[in-house]
């Protein structure tokens, strides 16, 4: 790899590590797509980690999803990404593997917001309802939830972490888009530029 490339990976990382600290960060939210035999599902996840020497990215969500069965049966995943300001897409390809035990599980849990973990204590998502419903406990449509309410959800909370085989960045500009693909192979990474 050129240093060109060698600094424009870095920068694909840096970029999504800030992603996992700055909620304000474009990188902060991005499309998980599943494949299913239905065809391709999307939904929009909070990045939770990025690790670049480990190549991996990471969400957390309820293991009752839809899309922990999906991957169950099928653990190829897409990650689109979309930096407005900088007019930067990252096309993230990768498999992923969904888990609610463990000490990274624990640690993830340990630091989600009460708030957030509210998230859990709902009814299983996905279940039709005749008006609008939250799924909700009633007492907690309007407050967080305590440390001891919160933890019934832990049982439901996982966490999804890629393993990325592939990014494609590619960057829109006034002189002419420009256009990478990092891929992961035996030896490392094979990265060239590609026409847009
Ligand atoms: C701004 C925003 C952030 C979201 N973050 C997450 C998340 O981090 N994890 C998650 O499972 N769902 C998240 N969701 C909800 C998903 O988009 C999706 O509706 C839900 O997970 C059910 O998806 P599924 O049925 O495909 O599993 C978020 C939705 C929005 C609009």
Known sequence: ??????????????????????????????????????????????????????????????????????????????????????????????????????????DAWRTTPLLSRRAYLGDAPADPRADPATGLPHPLTTREPTEAESEQGRERFAIVDVRVEAIDWLSIRFSGHLRARFTRDDDGIDATWLTP
Request: with cysteine; glycine share 10%; charged share 30%.
């Open 1 to 106: 790899m050129n240093d060109d490339l060698r600094a424009l990976w870095a920068g694909i990382w840096d970029g999504l590590v800030s992603g996992v600290a700055q909620g304000d960060h474009p990188f902060h939210l991005g499309v998980l797509a599943t494949s299913t035999p239905d065809g391709v599902r999307q939904r929009t996840v909070v990045l939770r980690g990025a690790d670049a020497d480990a190549w991996r990215l990471r969400c957390h969500t309820d293991a009752r999803a839809a899309k922990v069965a999906e991957i169950g049966a099928d653990p190829r995943v897409g990650w689109l990404f979309y930096d407005a300001d900088r007019r930067v897409q990252l096309r993230v390809d990768g498999r992923a593997v969904v888990r609610t035990a463990g000490d990274d599980v624990d």
